[in-house]
Structures are given as C-alpha cells and as structure tokens.
C-alpha cells in the first residue's frame, strides 16, 4: 500500500491530507495537519506569507514521518492566478501579492484600449477578470521586472523551493490569460504587452509529470520522509473537478468554496460569441480536458461574515440560522465587484439592499439567508445558460468541496435549477490531487477508474427538486438582475 500526501493550500486555510488505497479497494483520507493562511498589508499590498507556508508544509511532512511514512508521493496544490518573481540569484523578490490586492482596479479597461477584448478572448479563452495574472503583471512593478529571471505561479514556486526544479504546470498557467488556446504557449503578443518575455516562464508540464525528490538540504534540516514531488493539477480547482465523481456527459460541476466555480468538463474548447458575451472561462484541465466554467463570488461572502462577528458560530450554526429565515427577501447580485474585497462585508450588503429598494438583512440567519438564497439563484441561472452554450441538457449537477456540506444551500439549488444535486466529496480538491499522483505512480489507470474508486470511497449525498416550491422566484430574479 503505497502512501501519497496532498499538499493543498487555500486562500484561508491549509492542509496535508495522506491518502492511501485499503484492502477494501478504497481510498482512504487522513489529515496529519492544517494551518491558517490568509493575506496581510506588507509594504503597501496585501500579500501572502509564502515563507510561512512552505514552512508548514516541513511541519506537515514530519508529522506525516511521525505515523510511520517512510516514503510517499507528494503534490501540491493551490488557488490560481497569484505569483512569485524570482531573481538572478533564485530567490524571491518579495513576498507574492493576493490577487483580492486593489492594485487592478480598472486594469483590464487600461490594457484593452489598444488590445481588445475579443482579440484577447479569441486567443486564451479566458474570463476576464481584474484579478487575473495579465493584469497583475500589467500593474506590476517595472523595475522589479526588469530583475526577474522567473515567474513562477504559487504552487510552481513552492515545488520549486522544495525540489530546485521549475515548471509551469498548465491548469493553473491556463488562469494567467496569457496562454494561446492554439498554439499551447504563452501567447508572445499578450507578454509584450505586460513588458515580460516568454524566457521568464519555465516549460509548460502537464498533470501528472514528475518534478524530483525533496532537495538534500531540506532532509538535513528537516526529519523528512523520502518523497518525490508530482506535479498534480495544481490549480486548486482543477484537482477539484479531477476529484468530483462525475459520469457519463451529461452533469455539471460547482467546486463550492471560498470561490464558486461552476462549470462542465469539456473535451474541446469553447471561445464562441456567446462564451465570451457570458465571460465564461476555458481553463486547461487535467489529461486534456478543459474547464469551462464560471468563477463565482462564493462562500468568501459567508465567511466574511463569519470573520466580522469574530467566528461567534460555527458555518453549521449560521447554516441553520439562515434555514429558519423566510428566503428570499432580497435579491442581490453576489457577483458585483463590491463585495470582492470590502472593509465590512455585513455593511456592503445592508448597503446594497438600501440602495436598492430592499428588505435590510439584520441579524446573522438573515443575513447568511441572502447569501445562500442568492448563491442558489445565482447557480439556477448559471446552469441554464451553461446549458445553453454548449448545447448539452444537464441533468446532474455535483457540488464539491466545503460547500457541498451545506445542505440548505444544495436543496434550494435543486430545486430552483430543477435539477439533480449530488454533494459530495467535501474534500475533492484534495481527492484529485491524491488520484493524480496514484495515476502517475500506476497504481490507478486513468481518469474514469479514478472517478469509480471517488463514489465508491465517499457518501455521495443526492438532492432532488421540491416541486412547486420558488416556481416564479428565479424569473423574478433574473428581471432584477437585467435591470442592473
């Protein structure tokens, strides 16, 4: 029974999960450790302790020796689009800077005033989004630039410290929105743009190549098990969809976290007019597929919440709180720019409902109750142009991830999309990241077996529609939503 160690990093928290395939043919999950992250105002930008996680990750592998690991795989995965500059001499320049960082505001009309924005989308493929990495870049620092011999996306960098070696795997480099669909390279024209050059990104690897052992200075300084890094599909998102249970073609994905990313797997891309009208977005996902997906405002909304009333109750107590409100007493649009980064996520709803003619959520259930009402009509109409675009009814929806532990939010999303829920597994990100591993190391044969080993493993939990419930709801909201 071989041992494999995901290494998968959050915007909020982290985790080392060991994953091993028992005598009952299935995979078996065991966390060794979990340690908080999150950004902090450093030198005039909110920016990630990268240090501080890379030396988690140390604790994390010699604990995992602790319980008898004596040698594993081990892959790492983490949020997209954020990255490290490194200089001549192979260290950082500085510490990273989040992309919730306000430094983009107003990036891409900048940058599309002489490119557009459908020559760009006809190139990549990709969502628009301020937080995007052409548009860090493109704000980025030019002396800094100018010093960089690499760029190297987050979980390429923390694989590079660990092992020496440099990549840029392709389901997270995909996010940058400088990758060309068609010629599977970062796209030269996009790269001048942003006064970088394509010698600064290491080679493009796919999900599932190996990237080397663990560098002998760290197994003097650490009690480390013997471990050989694998490149996974490092984007958080992109392990999640590996992770997620689905079958046949005819079902739909939401990687439900502090992002929502709600989606279909597709074979081939879809950059159409109608795609880039709807900004949905074509990440590169493992064994060449795609992502097809929208990025949605999420559970960054409930966990602000949270986080202003200094974590008073559980996710599990707000959910039943809100379960006890009346729904639906306010529509909002989850996915304005307002409640990407506010300084108080409670006032930036009241506000939106006063400006807006509305009921002014006030106590904790009702104002999680708006958050997860409008989520769940956010998804519905999500899924119908989903549907739409790419000309395929669907039927299942899965729901993975910590969100997929919300049962009042997976019931209401059923029933005003119409549609088949199933929930489950909460940690997919980190399934996927494990079943890439197992792939790459033989023990698994390809995507589809790894996906029967996931719903045979876990307690998929299945959600259908409660008719007549919400019937004029959803129209209701979309006239809302129109009208702004």
């Known amino acids: 029974m071989s041992d494999y160690i995901a290494v998968d990093i959050g915007a909020s928290s982290g985790r080392l999960i060991l994953g091993r395939i028992n005598n009952q043919k299935k995979l078996e999950l065991e966390e060794i450790h979990r340690f908080v992250n999150g950004f902090t105002r450093n030198n005039g930008h909110d920016r990630w302790a990268i ?136 796209d030269k024209d996009l790269l001048a743009k942003v006064n970088v050059y394509p010698e600064q990104f290491p080679r493009l690897a796919e999900s599932g190549s190996i990237l080397g052992s663990i560098r002998h200075k760290w197994r003097l300084q650490y009690d480390l098990p013997d471990c050989e890094v694998i490149t996974v599909a490092t984007h958080d998102t992109a392990s999640a969809v590996v992770g997620t249970p689905g079958e046949g073609d005819d079902w739909a994905f939401l990687s439900s976290g502090t992002w929502s990313l709600l989606g279909k797997e597709l074979n081939v891309p879809e950059n159409g007019a109608e795609a880039f009208k709807e900004n949905y977005t074509n990440e590169w996902g493992a064994y060449g597929t795609y992502r097809f997906l929208k990025n949605i405002m999420g559970l960054w909304i409930v966990q602000s919440i949270r986080r202003e009333q200094n974590n008073k109750y559980s996710f599990a107590e707000m959910a039943a709180q809100a379960g006890a409100v009346e729904p639906f007493q306010q529509f909002i649009n989850i996915n304005d720019e307002r409640f990407s980064n506010p300084k108080s996520m409670i006032d930036e709803i009241q506000s939106y409902c006063q400006e807006t003619g509305q009921k002014v959520p006030q106590t904790t259930g009702e104002l999680v109750a708006a958050a997860y009402c ?46 088949t829920v199933k929930a489950g597994p909460s940690e997919a990100t980190a399934v996927g990241n494990l079943v890439v591993q197992m792939i790459s190391n033989g023990e698994i044969g390809n995507l589809v077996q790894a996906r029967k080993l996931i719903a045979q493993s876990f307690d998929i939990k299945t959600y259908s529609p409660e008719e007549h419930k919400y019937a004029e709801v959803l129209d209701k909201y979309k006239a809302f939503i129109k009208e702004r």
């Open 51 to 186: 240090d501080q996680l890379i030396d988690e990750i140390f604790i994390g592998l010699e604990k995992a020796k602790k319980l008898g690991v004596k040698k594993a795989k081990v892959g790492i995965d983490t949020w997209a689009v954020d990255y490290v500059l490194v200089g001549m001499d192979g260290q950082k320049l500085q510490d990273p800077i989040s992309y919730r960082d306000q430094r983009t505001r107003h990036a891409i009309e900048e940058l599309t005033g002489d490119l557009s924005k459908e020559y760009i989308y006809k190139k990549t493929g990709i969502q628009f989004l301020e937080l995007n990495t052409l548009y860090q870049l493109y704000k980025e620092n030019k002396e800094d630039l100018k010093k960089t011999d690499r760029i190297l996306m987050i979980p390429d960098y923390i694989g590079y410290v660990l092992t020496g070696n440099a990549v840029a795997e392709v389901t997270n480099a995909s996010t940058t929105q400088m990758l060309n669909l068609r010629e599977g390279l970062f």
């Open 374 to 419: 409008n989520l769940a009509l956010f998804y519905a109409n999500e899924l119908e142009k989903l549907g739409n675009i790419v000309h395929k009814p669907i039927r299942v929806l899965h729901i993975v991830g910590g969100g997929s532990n919300v049962a009042f939010l997976n019931q209401l999303t059923s029933t005003l999309a119409g549609i």
